[in-house]
């Protein structure tokens, strides 16, 4: 059973850059045949894609956020990371981690999530 | 790019079918049988429930089903139940460009 499990700070200075990070168990991520994509969602709002990623490292970010979105591999530690540069408060909100196989092309596996708050 | 269009609300009776759609455009629904489903609970994240149009993963109940015409899918839910009662969210790939939209989300309520 694969197991996806968000961590980072729940509180992040506004103008400051948010790391967060997703454990993947039951799975490698560095295994072909899956991408890897961090989603979130705003408090009462909707989803919003961020950036996905391949055990090749070929990155993908949503184009309104690409100047500030940075995703990237660990395969020694089996996890993957997002980091946000230049947050304000529109950047609040539940981030999710998400494995997505090339098969299905749909989100099969999901965090828990981790509610990040921009607040100074 | 905008994000696909569902309605706000859907409410039905248990028993009853209902239908969300999800509008999109040439560029994203129309071009692609890539939309997929998600069924989320209060403080839950999203559940896969349909994938590349109108198939289900292992465990989804054949209560939900999908499907697409031009630039617009649906997901209809037969036999509603009050555990059926969630947010609902449409998904498609739209191209190397914009990559992956979501739609705004529909709420279901049983009545």
């Known amino acids: 059973q694969v197991q996806l499990q968000e961590s980072g700070p729940g509180l992040v200075m506004p103008s400051q850059t948010m790391s967060l990070f997703c454990a993947v168990s039951?799975?490698?991520?560095?295994?072909?045949?899956?991408?890897w994509s961090w989603i979130r969602q705003s408090p009462g709002k909707g989803l919003e894609w961020l950036a996905y990623?391949?055990?090749?490292?070929?990155?993908y970010y949503n184009p309104s956020l690409r100047s500030r979105l940075s995703i990237s591999l660990d395969t020694s530690k089996n996890r993957f990371s997002l980091n946000l540069t230049s947050v304000t408060a529109a950047d609040t909100a539940i981030y999710y981690c998400a494995r997505r196989p090339t098969v299905t092309t749909a989100l099969d596996y999901w965090g828990q999530g981790i509610l990040v708050t921009v607040s100074s | 790019q905008s994000a696909l269009t569902q309605p706000a609300s859907v409410s039905g009776s248990p028993g009853q079918s209902i239908t969300i759609s999800c509008s999109g455009t040439s560029s994203d629904i129309g071009s692609y049988d890539l939309v997929s489903w998600y069924q989320q609970f209060p403080g839950k994240p999203p559940q896969l429930i349909i994938y590349?149009?109108?198939k289900r993963p292992s465990g989804i109940s054949d209560r939900f089903s999908g499907s697409k015409s031009g630039y617009t899918a649906s997901l209809t839910i037969s036999g509603l139940q009050a555990g059926d009662e969630a947010d609902f969210y449409c998904s498609s790939y739209a191209g190397s460009g914009t990559h992956w939209l979501f739609g705004g989300g529909t709420e279901l309520t049983v009545l």
């Open positions: 590349q149009v109108n």
């Open positions: 990623i391949y055990h090749t490292r070929s990155s």
């Open positions: 039951g799975g490698s991520i560095g295994s072909s045949g899956y991408s």
